[in-house]
């Protein structure tokens, strides 16, 4: 529930008012309250008025209170009924439309379970009437999308057609560029081009891309009348939908033009304005020196075009060279779309200790890239129609290149691993490979330590340090200081990769050092699979592990050594948080 939007809350008996209350109490200053003892009036009346609304209502009762002002589903606000008992909220109304969001927010709030029945939910393959959404795809004309869906859903062979490569999410095996025009049932078609390639006979659905940036100039007080006919010819004559332009761009000195600000302002567009400085760098196919005694740039509509496109993109194209009118130039630019590369940490192991987002980007992916046994563990979550390129141990600087690769190629691309995807783990060598050609995020997972110590008590209550003891990487010098300046340190030490068959000298080795430094009756823990169906959690001490105890740990466990300070309480590995506990209100956020 991130959107600010209020929401109307209908409740027209106690327990429904009772658990409006908690909406209320769980989304501050979002909820409007609606308690007229008219609930159809009330129902109405929030839906006039508010984002999105929750009718503590029965789904007849509402769809009849509602039918007579339902309007267009891309603007009415979502609807979800709950039941009387508060078993479920259902998805009525605008379901893509942040309906079907808003039933899951309600169920976490009052525990009840979230009913959505939208056919591609069901389904788990993406909505076509918000494919692309959140990419800035806009669908030309909604009239196909109800029979292409069917085609869809239905598994008949529907044809995908896209200019450019654009990080979308997977449709399902029967939608593909692969299908012949002649045996397509449904067309899907990404484009900025407005030329239909020709009669269409199936339902045919064509999603305008954000992939255009108009770039404009003009003489001083020129009409935004003038400036907005240049416009619209040089898009109309290169064949570009005016529905694909993502801004006009302009010299900074224009920012305050009124025509161009007009002609922008008309058409929806948002405006992005450049130095004159930056532009004289942008290479262009007609600059003029007239222009840059002007200001200070041979170029603005062409350069300021191409800057903005190649800004938002991966690079960019000049699609419609400079056009003049009396007072005023125009050019379109294309971008080249930046594929999506999300660094996904799946947790230790049990699915509900991956994060939610976490899981949004497995859906999100058409390519999804990991170890085997990762992927196994996350097969199921896959939407139909991804593709999964699974790899070996050891490989990692080959996966982490065609991750990255992919999504140089386009793609949506999720890179996953256990833990979180930054420790000692596939975010830095994806990120080595990574240039500013596509766009990156990271999901944080929970590691392997913070699973551990939640098992072992409270070990990681202060300082602590993260080593692995693997040497196949880094020189076992190196580690051997770091595990050296830790015992001096007095840190509470996490390793990772603690031992191997072939490993199997460091461990103790590393024990040793941290002896000399603290205690025999130190706590050690030890955790192997944590969070995992095999789970084994061990808590021991530094002298028990050095004669012996180091055995139990393999690949799959990870070691907690306490700092000086650290004890056992009641069977419970805890490192309290200080050596004395003082009150220092401005300094301790508990
Ligand atoms: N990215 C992972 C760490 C990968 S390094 C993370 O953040 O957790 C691999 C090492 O992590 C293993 O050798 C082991 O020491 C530790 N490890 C990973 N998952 C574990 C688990 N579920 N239980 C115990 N140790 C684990």
């Not at 009525?92 to 439309?97: E, P, Q, S």
């Amino acid at each position: 529930m991130t959107d600010s939007a209020p929401i109307g809350v209908i409740a027209a008996t106690e327990r429904g008012r009772t658990a409006a209350a908690r909406l209320a109490a769980a989304w501050p200053g979002r909820v409007r309250t609606f308690t007229e003892d008219r609930a159809g009036e009330a129902l109405r009346a929030a839906f006039a008025e508010c984002g999105a609304v929750v009718a503590f209502l029965a789904v007849g009762a509402a769809v009849r209170a509602l039918a007579p002002v339902l309007g267009d589903k891309h603007t009415d606000p979502p609807v979800v009924c709950v039941d009387e008992a508060l078993q479920h909220a259902v998805a009525v109304l605008g379901g893509h439309h942040g309906g079907n969001d808003l039933a899951s927010g309600v169920a976490g709030v009052l525990g009840c379970q979230p009913v959505v029945t939208t056919a591609s939910d069901a389904a788990s393959t993406a909505a076509l009437d918000s494919y692309g959404a959140d990419l800035g795809f806009a669908v030309a004309d909604p009239a196909p999308l109800a029979s292409a869906g069917a085609a869809l859903l239905s598994g008949r062979p529907v044809r995908v057609e896209s200019d450019q490569a654009w990080p979308l999410p997977p449709l399902p095996p029967n939608a593909s560029p692969q299908t012949p025009p002649e045996s397509a049932a449904a067309v899907l078609r990404v484009t900025d081009r407005t030329a239909p390639p020709c009669a269409e006979t199936v339902p045919a659905v064509t999603y305008r891309p954000p992939s255009l940036v108009v770039g404009v100039g003009s003489a001083r007080g020129a009409a935004a009348e003038e400036v907005g006919a240049l416009i619209d010819a040089s898009l109309d004559e290169a064949g570009l939908a005016p529905a694909s332009v993502r801004a006009l761009a302009t010299v900074d000195v224009k920012a305050d033009e009124e025509g161009i600000l007009r002609a922008a302002r008309d058409r929806g567009w948002p405006v992005r304005v450049f130095a004159a400085a930056d532009l004289a760098g942008v290479e262009v196919p007609n600059p003029s020196e007239a222009v840059r005694a002007e200001v200070g740039t041979p170029s603005v509509a062409e350069a300021a075009a191409l800057r903005a496109a190649a800004d938002d993109g991966a690079g960019a194209d000049l699609v419609a060279a400079k056009r003049k009118s009396a007072n005023a130039t125009a050019a379109v630019a294309r971008l080249r779309p930046r594929g999506r590369l999300a660094l996904v940490g799946l947790g230790p192991g049990a699915r509900d200790l991956a994060a939610p987002r976490a899981l949004a980007e497995l859906h999100r992916a058409s390519v999804v890239v990991g170890l085997d046994q990762y992927l196994d563990q996350v097969r199921d979550l896959l939407r139909p129609g991804t593709r999964v390129l699974a790899s070996g141990l050891g490989q990692e600087e080959e996966r982490a290149r065609t991750a990255v690769g992919e999504a140089r190629a386009g793609a949506a691309v999720a890179l996953i691993g256990s833990g979180d995807a930054g420790v000692y783990a596939m975010a830095s060598p994806a990120l080595d490979f990574a240039g500013a050609d596509i766009d990156v995020v990271g999901v944080p997972g929970i590691t392997a330590a913070v699973a551990a110590a939640h098992r072992l008590g409270a070990p990681l209550g202060h300082d602590h340090a993260y080593i692995s003891l693997s040497d196949l990487h880094t020189p076992w010098e190196a580690i051997e200081r770091r595990v050296r300046a830790a015992a001096e340190g007095d840190f509470t030490v996490c390793f990772y990769n603690p031992r191997s068959r072939r490993r199997d000298w460091q461990l103790p080795e590393a024990l040793d050092i941290l002896a000399r430094h603290r205690p025999p009756q130190t706590p050690v823990g030890h955790v192997r699979n944590a969070a995992r169906d095999d789970e084994r959690a061990v808590v021991t001490t530094l002298q028990a592990m050095r004669e012996g105890g180091a055995e139990d740990v393999d690949m799959y466990t990870v070691v907690l050594v306490g700092s000086s300070a650290s004890r056992t309480v009641a069977g419970r590995f805890v490192t309290p948080r200080g050596y004395t506990w003082r009150s220092a209100a401005d300094e301790t956020v508990p």
